[in-house]
C-alpha cells in the first residue's frame, strides 16, 4: 500500500504536512501538561491544609489525654477538648476533598486541551490522508491494467479548464477512442493524485 505519491513535489507536501501534524500534536500535549502542571500546584495549599488539622487534631488529642489525668476534674476537661479535635478532623477532611478537586480539574484541563486542540486536525488529516491513499491505490490498479478507465475518471472528475488544457474537446476524444488524448487523460488523473503516468513508469 502507497502512503506517499511517486512524484517530488506531492510527497514533499505530503510528508510536510505529516510533519506538521505531529509537531502540532507535540505543542498541544505540551502546552496541556503545562496547564496540568500549574494547576496541579494549588494542591500543595490543600496538603498543607490537611497538615494543618492532622496538627490541630493531634494537638487537641494530645492536650486531652493530658487532661484526662488531672484528678476529679481530669473527665470534664478532656471532653472539653473534644470539639478541637473534631475541628481538625474537618480541616484534614476539607483538605483532601479540595485535593481531590484540584486533580479532577487538572486532568480534566489537561484532558480537554488535547482533545480540542488535537482531534480536529488529527481528524482532517487522517481523513484526508486515507482518501488519497484509497484514490491512489484504485488509480494504481488501473494504471497496471488499462489506462482507458483513468482517462474517463479523469473526464467526470477534473475541472474543464484543466481538461481542455489537455485537448479541444475530450469528450469527443474519448468516444473516438483517440489514444493520444486518451494517454494525455489518463496521466492528467495520476498527476492529480502525485502519480507517474504508464509511459512515465519504470517496467
Do not use: N
Request: glycine letters at 8%.
Amino acid at each position: 500500500m502507497r502512503i506517499y505519491a511517486e512524484l517530488r513535489g506531492r510527497a514533499a507536501r505530503q510528508v510536510l504536512a505529516d510533519v506538521l501534524v505531529i509537531a502540532w500534536v507535540v505543542l498541544v500535549v505540551g502546552i496541556a501538561r503545562a496547564a496540568w502542571l500549574l494547576v496541579v500546584r494549588l494542591e500543595g495549599s490543600a496538603q498543607r491544609l490537611s497538615g494543618a488539622g492532622e496538627a490541630i487534631h493531634g494537638t487537641f488529642v494530645d492536650a486531652a489525654r493530658s487532661a484526662a489525668k488531672v484528678p476529679v476534674v481530669g473527665g470534664g476537661l478532656a471532653r472539653a477538648f473534644g470539639p478541637g479535635a473534631r475541628a481538625g478532623d474537618s480541616l484534614v477532611s476539607s483538605g483532601r476533598e479540595l485535593s481531590g478537586t484540584i486533580s479532577t480539574f487538572a486532568f480534566g484541563a489537561a484532558a480537554a486541551i488535547v482533545l480540542i486542540g488535537v482531534a480536529p486536525v488529527v481528524l482532517v488529516w487522517l481523513t484526508l490522508r486515507v482518501r488519497w491513499v484509497l484514490a491512489a491505490r484504485s488509480a494504481l490498479a488501473i494504471r497496471a491494467v488499462d489506462t482507458d478507465l483513468l482517462a474517463l475518471r479523469a473526464l467526470t472528475r477534473q475541472p474543464a479548464q484543466r481538461l481542455l488544457s489537455v485537448c479541444p474537446d475530450p469528450t469527443t476524444a474519448w468516444r473516438r477512442h483517440e489514444r493520444t488524448a486518451l494517454d494525455r487523460l489518463a496521466a492528467l488523473e495520476l498527476e492529480t493524485l502525485g502519480l507517474r503516468s504508464p509511459s512515465s513508469t519504470p517496467d
